[in-house]
């Protein structure tokens, strides 16, 4: 591809003019992950994003944290209220220090745009306690339940540990993924990506398997979301990634 | 729970007051991690901060780092001894990379309190050679060997590699598992949080089991422990924790 | 590149037939990893090797640890005896329990070419506690500290906290340093991808810098392994390793 081309490729992405390239590092960035991954159809580039903050948040490198977060409100492809809403869901599945780091940082690139524009680019969201969804515990794990299945495609495991009580049921499945803000698809993009760098193995098999179960994301999106993730924490962990999908596909058309 | 009280267990636990919540990550930090997990029973603080240690130095956040640095000695729940002992215990199970960047902020935290209060917090602990254990390397094998035993409840690897001989059986058995400052119950506690970041499965299955069936911490314990890992970790890795103490605890039931 | 060429590099680097590739990763991984990366000139392949091997068993994938241990015995890139001696020093710098499990997928790999031949590929290494280094502490320790300053290119730190004392001066740089087996270099390029998987900012900046104003490793050797390092670990973690590598090596030409 012309250097100009992927020079535009890297602009439209990160809404500032490329840096010059000096390493070989640099050259394979500019031509292998702005000039080609983000450029492929088959996901929005919106998308690519939620995929993008999760792998950079969960890497800790502090500039494409920064260069991302900035990017992604600048171009205006994410509101402020649905990068927030990203902070949430990103630290149940990474932890809450790494997300604690990525709300730092958004809110710092939030004033920058606002200093940049002299303007508000978008007034703060305004949290009321209503948000934290049912206070009554047993309609709360019920429901809790139910949001399990729906997402996981099968039955909620027995409440009887901490763990399953009082996090998964009442708390990851009893609020956090039926908060308004982010679609389910927008979820599951974030929490392939948190549970590709996490590693442990069944929450793959599980995540990418009901992704692709439930018709939330489609195999064609799930492969191209697989090479994107790779671009940004590695082959390696893509790797397993990718068998994964594979199992969970042919499974499901046999 | 009322705000006053999730406030204050904030400020229990942190020994600062806490921040205005503004986002939803800040409203569910405040009303799950420190108004619900912190509160638990079934853990001691002081058993917590062991844990909480562990995951944020993995998680490299550098805010969440500095604030449980400062917190575990600002409460006095572990004494500045105990931290640096934490620090060791860390470095062999996390790599040594992140453990230099704990105790430097551990170092900077215990200067911050006592300039804060105008006193000496803590003495600066004083080593000596004689701490370092056994100096012949006979000898120390065969301790190391017999202290892998009692911790694992099997018998030692051969020790025919590198790793084995002059790391596991030599260093890790053969010394820090021995040395005094934190009982082996500390080092578990440290020890299957490392391991749970780490994501290892067989170090997994051998530190949980181990520690489940030594009966140095009971299944209750070690269910609150996965809840309050998983916090900070992430209920990604913490799912293979969970799954792996149910199926030790189960075998062992047998 | 033709696909021929392609496939030819996944088979030199491998040394098995490269699947038929079936996603967009899979494309991207033969044309972009094996096709462009690892054909590059400025580094040798068992270079290559000892980073890929740290940025693998760091990224706890099954598959492509499997792939990488056999493929680099297999290749005869590096002996059974160097393979061993990277796992202690990766040890120490990603922690005891992702080394235990590259170990263990090593001797099954070394069991597996062995049977493939129907011949020893290597005979076992004979280890003896000689190996194990100076037993009088306090010449270990001040051997410890001539090794840090080699290395690091500073003088080793006050030998005042356990991580230090019984950690730093007097196993990683008092022993592993100066094991024999592996080059200064050698460690330096499984050292370099180990910190920038861990990600903490000063040993990045540490043992990058190193390296580098030791002469070890070139400017131009360095920008290779960072770009190699990015295909496996992700760009994301490569940008720290990246900006570092300049920051240091302009501040040495100023």
């Not at 009554?136 to 399953?164: C, H, K, M």
């Not at 793959?204 to 195999?219: E, P």
Request: glycine share 8%; charged share 25%; net charge negative.
């Amino acid at each position: 591809m012309a250097i100009a081309t992927t020079d535009q490729a890297f602009r439209e992405v990160m809404t500032v003019d490329p840096p010059e390239p000096t390493t070989p590092f640099d050259l394979a960035r500019r031509d292998f992950v702005y000039g080609h991954v983000w450029r492929r159809p088959g996901l929005e580039r919106r998308e690519r994003r939620l995929v993008t903050l999760a792998c950079v948040a969960a890497a800790d490198s502090p500039h494409p944290i920064e260069e991302h977060a900035y990017a992604a409100l600048n171009s205006g492809d994410l509101t402020l209220a649905e990068m927030l809403e990203l902070v949430l869901h990103f630290a149940v599945y990474c932890g809450w220090p790494k997300a604690s780091h990525l709300e730092g940082v958004i809110r710092a690139q939030w004033t920058r745009i606002r200093q940049e524009r002299g303007e508000e680019i978008a007034p703060w969201p305004v949290l009321d306690n209503g948000t934290l969804g049912l206070a009554d515990w047993d309609a709360r794990l019920a429901r809790g339940a139910q949001e399990f299945a729906e997402v996981n495609l099968i039955g909620a495991p027995a409440a009887d540990t901490p763990y399953s009580h009082a996090g998964i049921i009442n708390y990851v499945f009893g609020h956090v993924w039926q908060r308004p803000g982010l679609s389910r698809r927008d979820r599951r993009f974030i929490t392939v990506a948190c549970v590709g760098v996490s590693d442990a193995p069944m929450p793959i098999m599980a995540h990418v398997g009901s992704a692709l179960h439930s018709g939330d994301i489609s195999k064609a999106e799930m492969d191209e979301l697989i090479l994107h993730f790779s671009a940004y924490s590695g082959f390696a962990k893509g790797d397993a990634l990718r068998r994964t999908a594979d199992e969970a596909w042919n499974r499901s058309e046999s």
